[in-house]
């Protein structure tokens, strides 16, 4: 089915092709998991409305990027 969400990275409307049913997204919607199926892409549309080409923009995974703000756990005694 087409399933339309708005990017949490763009803001943009985006449509993808998701092979589930009508059913099985209405029970995602209510916190099923349903996902077991999916790609990466088509798990992380459904979570953020991004495409995977934002993915690739906008999503690294946490890797390479340090917090400025210290855990709890970085304290100096």
Known sequence: MKVTKTSIYTNRTNTME???TE???????N???IDEHLTYEERE????????DEL??????GAGTESSD???Y????
């Open 23 to 29: 059913e099985q997204y209405q029970q995602w919607k």
């Open 56 to 61: 690739d923009e906008y999503d690294d995974g």
């Open 45 to 52: 549309f459904l979570k953020t409305g991004a495409t995977p």
């Open 70 to 72: 210290p855990s709890p």
């Open 18 to 20: 998701i092979n589930i």
């Open 74 to 77: 970085d304290w100096e005694w």
């Open 31 to 33: 916190g099923e998991d």
